[in-house]
């Protein structure tokens, strides 16, 4: 079964700081991963879209990493501001489609930035 | 216009009510979607229209009920719902690739069942 892991669960830190989140996927035939930005009752915001041949991709002061072989992505955020507290949500494709397997959901990491 | 846009923001419905959903986007997205979310829970997949048809129900009970009037609508009926419904009702939208394409959230909608 195509599962998305994600870690830590929730992290707080503080202003200007900087941190990583990470995201672990058992999804084949690997289509593509994407990060995404959720503030509470709101609806997701894409914030990165990587394929198989992409390791690095930035958007602003988010930076993600993929690596392929070892199923790992993360997800770098530079000089944290007080308006990225969210939830980010890690989010695998697979290529072959079909049904709720062909996009997995990761549970997501509660950012929390204090000032 | 880069937006997918939800109505209403907030609903609150008894079980024996009917209510609709409504979604909209110009962007000329074929693929259009229905998520439910729960706290603190990632998105759930519901239904999945390609090119105005459905495609994927991921055997959502009959009490939700979809319809695509047109490539830039996406409506969700529902009918004696239960408390248990009670989420955040979000769409979305894809240039065509269901899986392959950045998929644009609408803000939702948070739905209450009495």
């Known amino acids: 079964k195509n599962q998305v892991e994600q870690s830590p669960q929730s992290l707080i830190i503080l202003e200007g700081k900087n941190c990583t989140l990470q995201c672990n996927y058992t999804v084949s035939p690997f289509s593509n991963l994407r990060w995404y930005k959720q503030d509470t009752g709101r609806g997701p915001v894409s914030l990165t879209i990587?394929?198989?041949?992409?390791n690095t991709k930035s958007n602003g002061r988010y930076t993600a990493t993929l690596d392929a072989d070892t199923k790992q992505s993360s997800l770098h955020i530079t000089a944290s501001q007080l308006s990225d507290s969210a939830s980010y949500i890690c989010?695998?494709?697979?290529?072959?489609?079909?049904?709720?397997?062909?996009?997995?959901f990761g549970k997501g990491t509660h950012l929390i930035i204090q000032p | 216009d880069t937006e997918v846009t939800q109505t209403p923001k907030h609903l609150v419905m008894g079980m024996t009510n009917k209510k609709s959903l409504k979604c909209e986007q110009h962007m000329g997205h074929r693929a259009m979607y229905w998520y439910k979310q729960k706290a603190k829970k990632p998105p759930e997949l519901m239904f999945v229209?390609?090119?105005?048809?459905?495609?994927i129900n991921e055997s959502v009970p009959s009490r939700f009920s979809p319809e695509c009037p047109n490539s830039s609508l996406l409506n969700l009926h529902l009918h004696a719902l239960q408390p248990e419904d009670s989420a955040l009702y979000l769409c979305?939208?894809?240039?065509?690739?269901?899986?392959?394409?950045?998929?644009?959230f609408g803000p939702g909608t948070r739905l209450t069942v009495l």
């Open positions: 989010v695998v494709s697979a290529r072959s489609g079909g049904g709720a397997d062909g996009l997995t």
């Open positions: 979305a939208s894809s240039q065509a690739g269901v899986y392959t394409d950045t998929q644009y």
């Open positions: 229209y390609s090119y105005e048809k459905l495609s």
């Open positions: 990587m394929t198989f041949s992409e």
